[in-house]
Every structure is written in structure tokens, then in C-alpha cells.
């Protein structure tokens, strides 16, 4: 099968909230007043945890039948936690990103308990969100800088 | 600083179509027909770009200032490539999740060229979730079962 390409695009708008885009669907991040934000949508880290979220959620609904699991309901709790001092003060040897996320999955099925405790660990394995955040991804960045005004300036 | 932890919730409805909510906000995810969703929403990995492509902004905003740089602009495009080989037919040797992320970062300022590029750098170090990205995460996974129907079903 050919490698296949997914795409978005984030705009900062005014404060913190960002515009994110993907084909024709937006979602909205900001961050909390106690982050200097406006609220008006969830933060990236929440994002993060809810991309794993949807994709266990779809890699189950995607399989069940054909591993014989007649799925009633799928549900996922997850937390992910953070030493907010590597991002706010660049604290020397703290990380910025998560140090744990924890998922505690619910699921309801018309299925014998073993089967279904098998197709759980298909589901884990299968996860291309949950893939990616286990094994790490290299990120090729690239930038552009539009550097105005500044030479302008009167001394 | 203490540790802080971040949460969502993601529950499965009809289709491939997922709720995922944290704290007050709710979004969607879903698949294209050709993934036999019904297109409500982006789709996992769309999501997890969108994250990243988020908390770059966000992070670009925050420290703006202290880093003396007049931000009038900041603008994310992302790509990741995926071998769906890995997802869908679970083909030895090949990952489900992202190969590799592309950012490409547009940034307008207010501040000479070469401060500008520091800024990105920093940007790019400081960020939660690229950092979560770059280096995996451990993902600690419990799943509650509940069974039904099958053992009262006629023999």
C-alpha cells in the first residue's frame, strides 16, 4: 500500500486561541485565564489526549467484527501529566511534554471476557495515534520569517 | 512546580464517529467513506497534527514577549506520512502510526532576521507536544470488560 499523507494547517488568531484546519473540519485551542488564554476551546495537551482517545475508539469499531466481537459500547478515559515547569520556566533536565499518560478503556460486548481481553490488546497494538506517541516520530521543521519594520525604525 | 494533570474523555458512537470532550469543550472525530466513517469530524491523526500544530502557536504567543519579539503573524502547516499497511492489514515490520512529521512555521516580527530565527528555535525546544512527539511517551493502559449475552445465548 502507498504511503499516505495527512494534513492540517494552525493559525494563531488574537491572545492564544489558534484555528486548526483539516480538509473542511476546524477545532478551535486556546488556554485557560490562569494561562493568560480566553477559553474558547481546549488546550493543545488535552488535543493530544483526545487524538489518542477517537483513535482507540476507531481502531476498536474498525476491527470488532472481523475479530468477532460484537461491540456494544467503547468508551476511554485518559490523563496525561506534566511538570508545567519545563514549559513555563525551561527548567534545566524537565521536559515540556507529557511524562505519563494513563488510559483506562471501558468496553461492553457480546463476547466471552477472554476474547474480549484479547481484542484490547489488538485494539492498543493496532492504534496509530497511540503507535506514534509510544514510539516517538522525527519532526522535520522548516521555517519562513517575514522580518518587517525593523531596519525602518528611526535611530 | 507541581505536576499537573491533564484530562478527556472519548466515547464511541455511531459508526467510526467519537465524542471526545475535556473539561467544558467537545470534538468531534470520524473517518472519510472511503474509511467507512460518515465524515463528521477529522480524523485521529489529523487531530494528533492539529495538537502540534496548536501548541507550536500557542507556545510562539507565550513567550513573544519575554523574548522581545513582536509577533504580528505565526502560521503552521503540517504533514505526516503514514503506511496504512500497518493499520489496516497489520503488516509485520511496518508501524500504524506516523513515519515522520513535517512542520513548516510562517512567522512575521517585528525584530532582526537572526533573533527571529533563535525565536523559532526556541519555539520549536519549548513546545509540550512536539517535545511529547520527539521523544514517546509511556502509555500505562487498564481496561474494565464488561460481558454480556454470550453464555445465556441457546446452545
Redesign the interface.
Known sequence: ????????????KS??S?E????K?T?I???PPS???THT??????????????????????FARSQQID????????????????????TQGV???????????????????EK??QF?EFV???????????????????????????DKEPA
Not at 493530544?48 to 477517537?54: E, F, V
Open positions: 500500500m502507498a504511503i499516505h499523507t495527512f494534513k492540517a494547517e494552525s493559525v494563531l491572545g492564544l489558534v486548526n484546519k483539516s480538509g473540519f477545532i485551542a486556546d488556554e494561562m493568560r488564554g476551546g481546549m488546550n493543545p495537551v488535552e488535543m493530544l489526549l483526545c487524538a489518542l482517545g477517537a483513535c482507540l475508539c476507531i481502531t476498536a469499531r474498525f461491540l456494544q459500547d467503547f468508551r476511554v478515559e485518559l490523563e496525561g501529566d506534566l511538570d508545567p515547569a519545563g514549559f513555563i520556566k525551561g521536559h515540556p511534554g507529557f511524562q505519563q499518560i494513563r488510559t483506562t478503556i471501558y468496553i461492553k460486548a457480546k463476547a466471552p471476557e474480549i481481553n484490547v492498543k497494538k493496532r492504534c496509530p495515534v497511540g503507535d506514534t506517541l509510544l514510539q516517538g516520530v522525527p519532526i522535520v521543521e522548516n521555517f519562513v520569517v517575514q522580518c518587517i519594520g525593523i
